[in-house]
């Protein structure tokens, strides 16, 4: 979408190894997220961050780790990348308060 | 914790009939509300949202939704369908007044139209 871009959009990777999506935004927004969408589970929170270098946990966090460092860049790295970390993982960012998101199109991850 | 529910995982329309895609919250205090869709391999779109005003909100597509505050509901709705809005639609909160924190999601409603 317009002002959020991921990368990569598709990787396939072996399990055990480190993984880092990327997520950009040129909308100077403050907030950003990771998800991941799964069949049967909708989306689910994995980290958030309200500023650069502020990060907090999701839902479902164990496993992944997250790094802010400017404002229009947010990485979600998989440690080591396990199977049932074969998901299709979205980036959205947020201007705040009464904003939804604006989403990215979309990482396809898979872990072999 | 506040929670979202859309009522039918899959929604089946013919083509120039009603939709209704279902979504209710559990808050005591009315949140922000969305509603997404998603097309094949693609990521989410906003399709309309309620924050303040008026409690019937349009969106695109010819989509819109009305908060009901007494039902705690944000249905969607369509008056007729067409084979382009086939796609998975989400409901979606986020509490007034704190403005960084996560949407919090239903779990999809996926909408086929067949002609």
């Known amino acids: 979408d317009a002002g959020i871009t991921q990368s990569p959009r598709h990787k396939v990777t072996e399990t055990g190894t480190p993984v880092t999506l990327r997520c950009h935004q040129t909308?100077?927004?403050?907030?950003m997220y990771w998800y991941r969408q799964d069949p049967g589970h909708g989306l689910r929170l994995i980290h958030y961050?309200?500023?650069?270098?502020?990060?907090d946990k999701g839902e479902v966090s164990d496993g992944y780790s997250v790094s802010r460092s400017k404002t229009e860049d947010f990485l979600l790295t998989l440690e080591s990348a396990t199977s049932s970390q074969t998901s299709v993982y979205f980036c959205?960012?947020?201007?705040?308060?009464?904003?939804?998101?604006?989403f990215g199109s979309g990482t396809r991850l898979t872990v072999v | 914790a506040q929670s979202v529910t859309q009522l039918g995982s899959h929604v089946s329309v013919s083509e120039g009939a009603l939709v209704l895609l279902r979504c209710n919250y559990s808050?005591?205090?009315?949140?922000?509300l969305f509603w997404y869709v998603q097309y094949p391999n693609q990521g989410l779109q906003l399709l309309l949202k309620?924050?303040?005003?008026?409690?019937l909100v349009k969106g695109i597509n010819g989509f819109e939704a009305e908060f009901k505050k007494s039902e705690t509901s944000f249905h969607l709705t369509k008056p007729s369908a067409h084979m382009s809005d086939a796609a998975e639609y989400f409901c979606?909160?986020?509490?007034?007044?704190?403005?960084?924190?996560?949407?919090?999601f239903g779990k999809g409603t996926t909408l086929s139209v067949s002609s």
């Open positions: 309620y924050t303040t005003g008026a409690t």
């Open positions: 979606a909160v986020r509490p007034v007044n704190q403005a960084g924190t996560a949407l919090i």
């Open positions: 909308e100077n927004h403050r907030y």
């Open positions: 959205a960012i947020s201007g705040g308060q009464g904003d939804g998101y604006t």
């Open positions: 808050s005591s205090v009315p949140p922000y």
């Open positions: 961050s309200y500023g650069v270098k502020d990060t």
